[in-house]
């Protein structure tokens, strides 16, 4: 007697694993977010100060 192979994965295994990879997903999205936090970025050392007032006045 053989026993019948089950090609079709239950409801409840396919939700788990589901669910698994979205746990995966999300962990890997907030450890990324992390990393970045902690490169530092170049910044400009001077501000700009730009004089528009003239500009605005010949409109």
């Known amino acids: 007697m053989q026993l019948k192979y089950n090609?079709?994965?239950?409801?409840?295994?396919s939700i788990l694993r589901w669910l698994?990879?979205?746990f995966i997903a999300i962990l890997?999205?907030?450890f990324s977010i992390f990393l970045i936090e902690k490169i530092k970025f170049?910044?400009?050392?001077?501000?700009?100060?730009?004089?528009?007032?003239?500009?605005?006045?010949?409109l």
Do not use: C, H, M
Not at 7 to 13: I, K, N, V, Y
Not at 42 to 58: G, H, L, R
């Open 42 to 58: 170049p910044s400009p050392q001077k501000k700009y100060d730009i004089d528009i007032t003239n500009d605005i006045k010949k």
């Open 7 to 13: 090609r079709q994965p239950s409801l409840g295994s």
């Open 20 to 22: 698994i990879k979205l």
């Open 28 to 30: 890997v999205f907030i």
